[in-house]
């Protein structure tokens, strides 16, 4: 992911690839996910592309002039509220390697070390608290009825989500298990996040199958409802080509 003017998040981003036991983690999360419940992807790629996505929202926003919990709460500028929204998204699903269920509250704990560890190496011991904090409380509201209390924390949330598209569904289906939550991944042709029009972000979702709603309907409206980010991003989805019978044109939340 590019990082222009944040060496902060670039450093810890590089000892962040450069870590077996962070990457083993996000493995063995993989292996509860797909190989033991027959979900989609919850690894690397996974948390990678959340990472991105949450970025690329963060950088939206900011450019319009909406200020994150950081900067409102603590003085915090641009560089801390990226770093607290990429790193809550590399490690939001880590508690998978233990279990599926309550996994959001395993993730804190086994978080929680390795984000002292990398925080400390950038910032004095009273501010990597108040990160690590930030950071914790993004990942334990991205859970199913979570309350994000900060902007943050929101991106995250929603970027989740996000990471629909049909790419997510490679491994249930290379290995012959196919789930709602594989098959409507693989109608999602393309998610694509730009400047809106009436709101400050647009994300626009390309389906070839109506099965592709389940996201949208299911996962997506979850996410995004109770976010703090419903004044800010409107959504619409559309299917396209002729292969099945249409049930229906568009969709919009």
Request: hydrophobic letters at 45%.
């Amino acid at each position: 992911m590019p990082v222009p003017n944040n060496p902060v998040l670039a450093a810890l981003l590089e000892r962040i690839n450069e870590d077996d036991e962070i990457y083993a983690l996000w493995v063995a999360a993989n292996v509860t996910a797909v190989e033991r419940l027959g979900m989609t992807d919850h690894g690397p790629v996974h948390v990678k592309i959340v990472m991105n996505i949450a970025c690329k929202l963060l950088r939206l926003l900011l450019d319009t002039g909406v200020a994150p919990a950081v900067t409102t709460t603590y003085g915090f500028g641009r560089t801390e509220a990226e770093v607290v929204v990429a790193l809550a998204a590399l490690f939001h699903d880590v508690g998978m390697a233990i279990h599926r269920r309550e996994h959001e509250t395993y993730s804190l704990f086994v978080a929680q070390e390795h984000l002292r560890r990398l925080l400390l190496a950038h910032y004095d011991p009273a501010t990597a608290t108040v990160l690590r904090s930030e950071i914790l409380h993004a990942i334990i509201a991205h859970r199913a009825g979570g309350k994000p209390l900060t902007l943050e924390a929101g991106i995250v949330r929603v970027a989740d989500a996000l990471d629909m598209a049909k790419g997510r569904s490679r491994i249930p289906f290379a290995s012959g298990s196919a789930s709602i939550h594989s098959i409507s991944a693989a109608a999602i042709d393309a998610v694509r996040i730009e400047p809106g029009q009436g709101k400050p972000v647009r994300v626009r979702i390309e389906m070839t199958n109506s099965a592709g709603v389940f996201q949208l309907d299911q996962l997506l409206r979850e996410k995004l409802m109770g976010s703090g980010l419903e004044p800010y991003v409107e959504v619409e989805a559309e299917i396209r080509g002729e292969t099945e019978k249409r049930l229906l044109t568009a969709f919009r939340l």
